[in-house]
């Protein structure tokens, strides 16, 4: 599926059903820019999975509702509830085997 932008208005929407990635990250922010080169090759390989991005800065309220100290910070959700949390950067080969466990 395609990457979607959150707001603080529809966060709650796009993580409520099937299994979504969620990425807490800013626009300047080197490693989040090298995780977004992940994600979307994570994009061709879970044609399922849902990537929800969340911009710290145009989503206060989002961002903070999690606390969000540091970024990038990805949840991953399935139907709504979060499975796992994985605070700053971590690799693809991670994410993956995360990916894994939640959709087999």
Known sequence: ???????????????????????????????????????????????????VKVDVDECPKTSEEFQIEGIPDL??????????HEPGAVDGAYIRERLAKILY
């Not at 959150?6 to 989040?32: I, Q, R």
């Not at 949840?75 to 796992?84: P, R």
């Open 1 to 51: 599926m395609a990457t979607i932008y959150a707001t603080d208005e529809n966060y709650k929407e796009l993580v409520s059903e099937g299994v979504v990635l969620v990425d807490f990250f800013g626009k300047t922010c080197g490693p989040c820019k090298m995780l977004a080169r992940v994600l979307e090759e994570l994009e061709d390989e879970f044609p399922f999975l849902n990537i």
């Open 75 to 84: 949840y991953y959700y399935k139907d709504g509830q979060v499975l796992f």
